[in-house]
């Protein structure tokens, strides 16, 4: 458990800590152009390969691909920070990102090689209070390794960790006795790699690289279309799928599959613009914006620790996610009506507080609802399967947010007649307000107020759709034993 606790830290560590030494790797290897796609190769590198590792995990053992996945992650780390350019880079970055698609769905597969279904919310919740730490933590501990010892140092950091996790995996997770051979699916984890590639590639590059209407986006999305349709084909053939389809029958996987690409979906839709609210519609410092996220974290740490002890002990979790998810639902709702009402930075803080309360209820139990609705046998799989929606929703999600950002701020900047300049703005973000009247700060800020209402508004129906989901979902009591 330790082990596979170190392992979630890496893969929180290592999604936030990067974003912060940016400028400085562009300052040395220069290639701003190809910046995003430090974050874009191990984005689309790290989510293709998760329901691969899921199915690996299950025909030869969880302790096997740990160590691959491990030692990938820690490899690509170690040429990231000898990297000389900026290609250079974006290759290993891919290469740590095929590591680290294995991080998260192992660790917590692997929870259900040690622990019983009915115990498991207790560790799940662990895990989520970890992760909660972690990504808070991430911003903070890259800016400080950045300005002491270099930017390099970010990727340097995951050696000793992940060794530790790797000598404590070793030593305690057993390896499974030698099975039948089965024939892998590798036709099938090619086509679900390259679909969801072209989707990723799409999202990352619609809007930016090209329009959204034009051939290239039509192409991509024809691409997306086609090769997900021949994957479903060569699934419903292949003797042993990547993801046996029969799954979706079971109305708990599917609808918990669903749900947890929908929570993340609206989880990311919102976060990730909410540092920017608070900086420049509420005119916060950087740090003070960080220290607006506490109380998400302080809630998501109580209720993923205490609620999982608590269903633990009653042996049911539907009420407990019903709650996770409608809290959720409130708090993002609160959200877009605060932004829209233009309220006092200390109300926002209420809405931090439901959102991290709903997260640890909700996040850890839906995990532990899909790993108890299918067979031991299955568990990488369908673990794999939740981590991939998870992924998935989370980039669909930024992309949405972030299309109804551009067309809002467009618009609004269109009303404005040219009294603002938008490409110092689009240049330079939160510096370039120092420049400006205060008459046009207001109008920049009400200008984001209204565009990010929209974004809290889209974040606040997906997740009410997600309970809603979940609220006729049939309950299945938590098993006490790990092979039933």
């Not at 090689?113 to 970890?130: I, M």
């Not at 800016?143 to 790797?166: C, D, E, H, M, Q």
Request: aromatic share 8%; glycine share 12%.
């Amino acid at each position: 458990m330790a082990g596979a606790l170190l392992t979630m830290i890496l893969a929180a560590l290592d999604q936030n800590i990067v974003n912060t030494a940016l400028p400085r790797m562009v300052g040395e290897l220069g290639g701003m152009a190809h910046l995003s796609w430090v974050v874009t190769a191990f984005m689309l590198t790290s989510t293709t390969t998760t329901p691969l590792y899921g199915k690996l995990s299950d025909l030869f053992g969880r302790r096997r691909l740990f160590f691959v996945a491990i030692l990938l992650f820690l490899a690509g780390s170690l040429l990231c920070g000898a990297a000389r350019s900026m290609e250079q880079l974006i290759a290993f970055r891919a290469v740590q990102g095929v590591g680290a698609g294995g991080l998260l769905v192992l660790s917590q597969a692997a929870v259900g090689d040690v622990v019983s279904p009915r115990q498991r919310p207790k560790y799940q919740g662990l895990f989520t209070g970890t992760f909660a730490l972690a990504s808070v933590a991430g911003p903070l501990l890259g800016g400080v390794i950045t300005s002491t010892l270099g930017w390099r140092w970010v990727f340097y950091v995951n050696l000793p960790i992940g060794i530790l996790a790797l000598a404590m995996i070793a030593l305690g997770l057993r390896t499974p006795p030698a099975g039948r051979r089965r024939p892998i699916d590798y036709a099938g984890a090619a086509l679900l790699a390259s679909a969801t590639a072209a989707l990723l590639l799409l999202l990352a590059w619609g809007g930016t690289e090209f329009p959204w209407i034009s051939g290239r986006a039509a192409g991509l999305a024809a691409s997306c279309v086609a090769l997900y349709g021949l994957f479903i084909w060569r699934e419903l053939r292949a003797p042993e799928p990547l993801i046996r389809l029969s799954l979706f029958r079971n109305a708990i996987f599917a609808r918990g599959v669903a749900v947890g690409g929908m929570m993340v979906f609206a989880m990311m839709g919102s976060t990730v613009f909410l540092p920017l609210y608070f900086q420049l519609v509420l005119g916060m410092s950087p740090a003070l914006a960080g220290a607006m996220l506490l109380p998400q974290v302080c809630g998501m740490v109580l209720s993923s620790v205490i609620g999982g002890r608590i269903v633990a002990r009653l042996g049911r979790n539907k009420p407990f996610l019903l709650a996770g998810l409608g809290l959720e639902a409130v708090a993002l709702a609160s959200l877009a009506a605060f932004a829209w009402l233009g309220a006092s930075p200390l109300v926002f803080l209420l809405s931090m507080g439901l959102l991290g309360l709903g997260m640890g209820m909700g996040m850890p139990n839906l995990t532990v609802a899909v790993q108890n609705a299918v067979a031991h046998g299955e568990l990488g799989a369908a673990t794999g399967a939740m981590t991939f929606a998870r992924s998935l929703g989370g980039a669909v999600g930024v992309a949405a947010s972030g299309a109804i950002l551009s067309a809002r701020l467009n618009a609004a900047y269109a009303a404005l007649g040219g009294s603002v300049d938008v490409g110092a703005l689009a240049e330079r973000g939160v510096e370039a307000l120092s420049g400006f009247t205060a008459a046009q700060q207001a109008a920049v800020a009400d200008a984001y107020r209204t565009a990010l209402t929209g974004c809290f508004s889209l974040s606040g129906l997906v997740m009410t759709a997600a309970f809603l989901l979940v609220l006729g979902l049939p309950e299945m009591r938590l098993r006490d034993r790990i092979s039933d």
